[in-house]
């Protein structure tokens, strides 16, 4: 990790639960780290705790919201001059099947999970490649990109699965679009992970507590792990599961 000492990493969703812990962790080792979400004062809050010679700033983003998103990213060239990495951890998710969900619950959905982290990746994506350093991108999916039998089939992830479907393959194709350039990118999908979103879900579906769940510090330990292989190393895609887990 220590080349990456310095460098610029812009987290989506960095208020809470995965992208929160990340932000601690790389202040930790040095780097400059941007967090991009709505809740600006809670970022604040919550890294007056991190240890370390890095720097975080924190920027008020709606990541739905293409506007803002360009906004973050312009204040972070001209600030900061470059992004080097980019984790996007924002995410959403709803309890209730597809068809009891409003359209407008399933479209917040869809541009949180998916729309959002699209613009992030494209902004992105664009800086590194002028910048022409070594660069990497993490998608914080989910194993339900994968396959839905992942999950017991009494709870629903409606919409949710089939925006995971899609970061996986848009993590496919920038991967292949990055090809024979200095930008790496990596899925890594996790199965449970103790967050506030798991927290707000099992409020309306409580059998969810019965599940075995990671933690977001158990993410982050895989984060620094595919940061730290060399640069000539393409991770492209990490499944995490709790060791008890029955999907």
Known sequence: MYRWAGKVAVIAGASSGIGLATAKALVNHGLIVVGLARRKSKMESDMKDAKGNG????????????????????????????????INSAGIQRA??????????????????????L???????????????????IMINSVVGHRLSQIPSEHSTNIYAATKFAVRALANILEKESYGGNIRVTNISPGAVK?????????????????????????????????????RVQIEELVIKPLKAPY
């Not at 579906?205 to 640069?231: C, H, K, R, S």
């Open 96 to 117: 209730g099947k597809v068809t009891d969900l409003s359209f407008s619950e399933l479209k917040q959905i869809v541009d949180i999970n998916f729309i959002g982290l």
């Open 55 to 86: 720097r975080f700033y924190p920027l008020e983003c709606d990541i739905s919201n293409e506007k803002q998103i360009g906004e973050a990213f312009a204040w972070v060239k001209k600030n900061l001059n470059s992004v080097h990495i980019l």
């Open 119 to 137: 613009y992030c990746s494209k902004v992105a994506t664009t800086i590194m490649k002028e910048g022409g350093e070594e660069s990497h991108i």
């Open 195 to 231: 967050t506030e979103m798991t927290d707000k879900i099992a409020e309306d579906i409580p059998q969810i507590n019965q599940l075995d769940f990671l933690n977001p510090e158990d993410i982050v330990d895989a984060i620094v792990y595919i940061l730290g292989t060399p640069p």
